[in-house]
């Protein structure tokens, strides 16, 4: 089901599956990118669950048991199952829309309950996203948000300290060590960001016409990717609770324990430049 949540500042186009944003607008200006593809992590924003980014070969163990997940071409699993289903609508209001799923599946079998709150104000929005372990057993979870924020032909990242760079061991997964990475980065011909970093603080994004600041509740990594589907106008920054393959090495992953509630999300300001 297609979704218009418009307050008259700021508009958010929304399908209930996937519980996908599609695009943003801010004064009728395009802030978050649609796909051009139809692949739902090529823009807008989609729920990364049970887990962001990638999982080596697709495969886990969890208390003595194997599972696996659908894998790409690349032999991985990436960016969750959540993306793919229909979600139930709670609840709707003109500034504001709740969607709930239950994220059980053959490759995640544990009764894991996740409600998504999506609300628009006049300089911004939020999504926040509340699992609850209806389970016996406690689980593991590693939740992501994955927009795509338009910045024009140029952008840059401010943050409060100096954030902890990822190191990788190839293209995708991480060795487990880190480097000190700058406080202030942008984009440059010469390299393209497809990099985790480690820090909890504020993101201050900014492009040629706006800027973003962008808050996080529980997320002490974050992507920043600018790749060929960024369409060199874009940025996504990805909020993310853990590691890149947390299910796999444990470095962030999120144990939710029997019957805890617990909260994963992000906030954008937006200001004209």
């Excluded at 962001?52 to 696996?68: D, P």
């Amino acid at each position: 089901m297609k979704i218009v949540l418009n307050n008259g500042s700021l508009k958010a186009d929304i399908d209930s599956e996937g519980c996908f944003i599609e695009g943003v607008e801010f004064r009728e200006n395009e802030i978050i990118k649609r796909t051009q593809d139809g692949h739902k992590t090529h823009g807008g924003c989609s729920p990364l669950f049970p887990y962001a980014n990638r999982i080596k070969g697709g495969s886990y163990e969890w208390l003595g048991k194997s599972y696996g997940f659908k894998t790409g071409q690349d032999g991985n699993s990436i960016h969750g199952f959540a993306k793919d289903r229909q979600w139930d609508i709670m609840d709707q209001k003109e500034d504001s829309i709740q969607m709930k799923l239950d994220l059980r599946d053959e490759s995640y079998p544990f009764d894991v309950e996740v409600t998504v709150d999506i609300e628009i104000s006049h300089d911004g929005f939020r999504e926040n996203a509340r699992f609850v372990n209806r389970d016996h057993i406690p689980v593991p979870l590693s939740p992501g948000f994955h927009p795509y924020f338009v910045t024009g032909s140029n952008w840059e990242i401010f943050l409060k300290s100096r954030p902890l760079k990822s190191l990788k061991i190839d293209q995708y997964f991480p060795s487990g060590n880190y480097s000190e990475f700058y406080r202030h980065f942008y984009k440059k011909d010469s390299h393209v960001f497809d990099d985790c970093f480690r820090y909890s603080g504020n993101i201050q994004l900014k492009g040629d016409y706006f800027a973003y600041s962008i808050e996080r509740t529980n997320s002490e990594f974050f992507m920043v990717y600018d790749g060929v589907f960024s369409d060199s106008r874009s940025v996504a920054i990805e909020p993310m609770a853990s590691e890149v393959n947390s299910f796999q090495t444990g470095n962030g992953l999120k144990v939710l324990k029997p019957d805890e509630v617990w909260d994963f999300g992000y906030s954008v300001t937006i200001s004209s430049l």
